[in-house]
């Protein structure tokens, strides 16, 4: 018997040498630049989690309660928009297509359906950090996994997010049905060699960014308010994109119709137009321009005639700017600028509704560092005339000016700004109700405290810088030959924004 074990412990002995050897050459293969950089994440995530446990709210998925609830309550034979949470006075507010969309929650548990939810949300809020900071990582020569590691859970941290994800609310994955279209976008207008990739038919329509438009149809038969980018791409004169997103949504519309028809009709007769169900205007957490006036106001409601003079003045603005952006190839700040202006003039836009600040931090960064990379070139006035090509001034006389080390610096400010504004969110601390505490209790700061989001939102309709020339900073390609042969110098210089 010893025999016997003592053979099959020898017989072992090498398997488990190869096994520790293949582990030490997997530890010798991260170098210490990997290390740090995985520590760094770690730090971030820790940083993060603490954040959100001083600036956030307590959360217990309020909002899935609802959702769950009245998913329970349709499936049990009652009327869908009849539905009342218990201890509250909230029903189900959404289109019957996201009803449908909801029903499978039915299935499981409330608190699996919440966490079900987080991971959905953190999933959709990492490819959508993926696409628009891939290529800028690769411009200024990060690791791709290492940029996106660290801005998922500072996105993570700061109020939409942390909002949408604690209260289980859809918008992360609205705002990645939006993105997708983005990228459609950019894939149908990359040079022929992308469209004319390899593969089977489906690859090659995929590729082919023909069915961008789908996602906003059907955020927009989730929730009204991405219809404003269908507006943008009529604008824009992006008639096939357009096109894509009126039929999606009206086919994911009308097939709810069919299949929920007495709760279609109750939703576009009576729940649509009846704002009472969502929440009273001047509620703190409504940053929308119409919650701003209320509260200015000191009152419940809103000031129609004010609030539509200067919505319809905002709307003016924020699809100008959109357009313009577009046409000097800038596609995510016109994407952003729509998002932003959809939340501004929308009569209720909760803190969790306003996610398009997460591309508006990311326009604002990169503007900073396409400014201060132009810079660089940038040589004193004392050298020598130019001597060739693209060579500005003598070998050996380069002599930098000193002030392109704060070039891009407002841009860089002002992105660690909203970031800080949106991470804090200083509206809870003052936050009042009529008729007991009054919006003006604690004076002007009180008042611009309360208001701080939503005055930010309308700053960066009027003020986010987009960057002319921006192609293909948003294009990815996934051959790599393809991709260096898009991003290769060419003979004219490109100095970025």
Same mark, same amino acid.
Request: charge should be positive.
């Given at each position: 018997?010893?025999?016997?074990?003592?053979?099959?412990? =020898?017989?072992?002995?090498?398997?488990?040498?190869?096994?520790?050897?293949?582990?030490?050459?997997?530890?010798?293969?991260?170098?210490?630049?990997?290390?740090?950089?995985?520590?760094?994440?770690?730090?971030?995530?820790?940083?993060?989690?603490?954040?959100?446990?001083?600036?956030?709210?307590?959360?217990?998925?309020?909002?899935?309660?609802?959702?769950?609830?009245?998913?329970?309550?349709?499936?049990?034979?009652?009327?869908?928009?009849?539905?009342?949470?218990?201890?509250?006075?909230?029903?189900?507010?959404?289109?019957?297509?996201?009803?449908?969309?909801?029903?499978?929650?039915?299935?499981?548990?409330?608190?699996?359906?919440?966490?079900?939810?987080?991971?959905?949300?953190?999933?959709?809020?990492?490819?959508?950090?993926?696409?628009? *900071?891939?290529?800028?990582?690769? =411009?200024?020569?990060?690791?791709?996994?290492?940029?996106?590691?660290?801005?998922?859970?500072?996105?993570?941290?700061?109020?939409?997010?942390?909002?949408?994800?604690?209260?289980?609310?859809?918008?992360?994955?609205?705002?990645?049905?939006?993105?997708?279209?983005? &990228?459609?976008?950019?894939?149908?207008?990359?040079?022929?060699?992308?469209?004319?990739?390899?593969?089977?038919?489906?690859?090659?329509?995929?590729?082919?960014?023909?069915?961008?438009?789908?996602?906003?149809?059907?955020?927009?038969? $989730?929730?009204?308010?991405?219809?404003?980018?269908?507006?943008?791409?009529? &604008?824009?004169?992006?008639?096939?994109?357009?096109?894509?997103?009126?039929?999606?949504?009206?086919?994911?519309?009308?097939?709810?119709?069919?299949?929920?028809?007495?709760?279609?009709?109750?939703?576009?007769?009576?729940?649509?137009?009846?704002?009472?169900?969502?929440?009273?205007?001047?509620?703190?957490?409504?940053?929308?321009?119409?919650?701003?006036?209320?509260?200015?106001?000191?009152?419940?409601?809103?000031?129609?005639?004010?609030?539509?003079?200067?919505?319809?003045?905002? *709307?003016?603005?924020?699809?100008?700017?959109?357009?313009?952006?577009?046409?000097?190839?800038?596609?995510?700040?016109?994407?952003?600028?729509?998002?932003?202006?959809?939340?501004?003039?929308?009569?209720?836009?909760?803190?969790?509704?306003?996610?398009?600040?997460?591309?508006?931090? $990311?326009?604002?960064?990169?503007?900073?560092?396409?400014? =201060?990379?132009?810079?660089?070139?940038?040589?004193?006035?004392?050298?020598?005339?130019?001597?060739?090509?693209?060579?500005?001034?003598?070998?050996?006389?380069?002599?930098?000016?000193?002030?392109?080390? *704060?070039?891009?610096?407002?841009?860089?400010?002002?992105?660690?700004?909203?970031?800080?504004?949106?991470? $804090?969110?200083?509206?809870?601390?003052?936050?009042?109700? *009529?008729?007991?505490?009054?919006?003006?209790?604690?004076?002007?700061?009180?008042?611009?405290?309360?208001?701080?989001?939503?005055?930010?939102?309308?700053?960066?309709?009027?003020?986010?810088?987009?960057?002319?020339?921006?192609?293909?900073?948003?294009?990815?390609?996934?051959?790599?030959?393809? =991709?260096?042969?898009?991003?290769?110098?060419?003979?004219?210089?490109?100095?970025?924004?």
């Amino acid at each position: 018997m010893v025999t016997d074990v003592r053979e099959r412990v =020898r017989r072992l002995t090498p398997l488990r040498r190869r096994q520790l050897g293949r582990v030490r050459d997997a530890w010798r293969g991260l170098d210490r630049a990997t290390l740090l950089r995985l520590g760094l994440i770690a730090l971030t995530c820790y940083a993060a989690w603490y954040a959100i446990g001083m600036f956030g709210r307590p959360y217990n998925f309020f909002d899935m309660r609802i959702y769950h609830g009245a998913m329970l309550w349709w499936t049990n034979g009652g009327e869908l928009y009849e539905f009342i949470a218990p201890e509250t006075t909230l029903g189900f507010t959404y289109p019957p297509f996201a009803g449908l969309t909801m029903l499978p929650m039915a299935l499981v548990p409330m608190l699996a359906a919440g966490w079900i939810n987080v991971l959905l949300g953190i999933t959709a809020l990492a490819l959508v950090l993926a696409v628009l *900071l891939g290529p800028i990582a690769d =411009r200024c020569g990060w690791p791709r996994w290492f940029a996106v590691g660290l801005a998922v859970p500072l996105a993570v941290a700061i109020e939409p997010a942390r909002e949408t994800l604690g209260y289980g609310q859809v918008n992360l994955l609205l705002f990645g049905l939006i993105i997708a279209d983005l &990228v459609a976008l950019r894939w149908r207008a990359a040079p022929t060699p992308h469209r004319l990739a390899t593969g089977g038919p489906l690859r090659r329509i995929f590729f082919s960014g023909i069915w961008a438009g789908a996602g906003i149809g059907l955020a927009t038969s $989730i929730k009204l308010t991405p219809a404003l980018f269908i507006v943008y791409l009529l &604008v824009t004169r992006q008639w096939r994109a357009a096109t894509t997103a009126i039929g999606t949504a009206a086919l994911v519309t009308v097939g709810a119709m069919v299949v929920a028809t007495k709760e279609s009709a109750a939703y576009f007769t009576s729940v649509l137009w009846d704002t009472g169900r969502v929440g009273v205007a001047d509620m703190t957490p409504n940053q929308s321009l119409a919650g701003v006036l209320a509260r200015l106001y000191d009152s419940m409601q809103t000031p129609g005639l004010l609030w539509f003079s200067f919505a319809a003045l905002l *709307l003016a603005l924020g699809l100008s700017r959109a357009a313009h952006a577009h046409a000097d190839g800038d596609e995510l700040t016109a994407f952003t600028l729509i998002g932003l202006t959809a939340n501004v003039i929308s009569p209720i836009s909760w803190s969790h509704h306003l996610v398009f600040v997460i591309p508006a931090i $990311i326009v604002l960064a990169d503007a900073a560092l396409r400014r =201060r990379s132009a810079s660089q070139g940038l040589i004193s006035r004392r050298t020598y005339p130019p001597t060739g090509p693209g060579i500005s001034g003598v070998a050996g006389l380069r002599t930098p000016i000193w002030f392109p080390a *704060l070039t891009g610096l407002r841009h860089a400010a002002a992105a660690v700004a909203l970031y800080l504004l949106f991470l $804090i969110s200083p509206i809870w601390p003052y936050e009042h109700k *009529l008729p007991q505490v009054s919006h003006y209790h604690d004076g002007l700061w009180g008042v611009l405290m309360e208001n701080s989001l939503g005055l930010a939102l309308i700053a960066l309709v009027a003020a986010l810088p987009w960057r002319p020339g921006a192609e293909p900073a948003f294009y990815l390609d996934p051959r790599p030959q393809i =991709r260096r042969r898009l991003t290769a110098p060419t003979g004219r210089a490109r100095t970025g924004s």
